[in-house]
């Protein structure tokens, strides 16, 4: 946020006891830990709710465990419309990244808080997860073999495929991290700006386009890490 924008979580003891640390920015950790905590309270009440009606239909229309039961869902068939059998298999990591980013990106746009994934540090280990998993699933399914994609489709090419396919692989954690991070920092720039200046009615048009950006950009990280999972399950040259 913009200089002046007060924060409510930034005059928290927590925020004065971490910035004692050299280096260490406060400020998106105890946010990304807020966000934490409500996906974990959120997925505690949802597993009370079943544990205590079963697969009845809910009594409420709207609910947490049906609101969340319709998310869940919908990105489960998205999934299954890219992945295939292989959806659930990674339904956890998936829905898990996905949720954290899309919780972290709405916070930016409620006055007094802001994100964390306008933080490089956040959306780098967020892209980072997501590599680690790709290439992890990568050999885990094609063994040695999957780096054989490294070096493409011919041998004598090899030379010159190798150090541009790794290029092309370490380029997916700028893909991930910077666009996110990008976004959404100048989402909420924007958005914090205007509230200083104009406090009234205005900033409510941003706060509008701030949900519109912060949905899109969540779905543009989750096609992607679909998308990289998806190769590393196929790949095998």
Known sequence: MAAGTFIFLDHTPLHSALEQVEGLDPSPIIHAGLASAILILIAILVNRSYR???????AKIFSVSNLMELAVTGLLQFMESLMGSNAKRFLPLIGGTAFFILFNNLMGSIPGFDSSTSNL???????????VATHVVGVRTHGASYFKQFLGPVLWLSPLMLPIEIISHLA???????????NMMGDHKVLAIFIVLVPLGIPVIFMGMGVFIALVQTFVFTLLSILYITFALEEAH
């Open 52 to 58: 205590d009606q079963g697969i009845a239909p809910k």
């Open 121 to 131: 540090n956040t959306t780098l280990a967020c892209a980072l997860v997501i590599f």
């Open 172 to 182: 997916r954690i700028l893909s991930l991290s910077i666009r996110l991070f990008g």
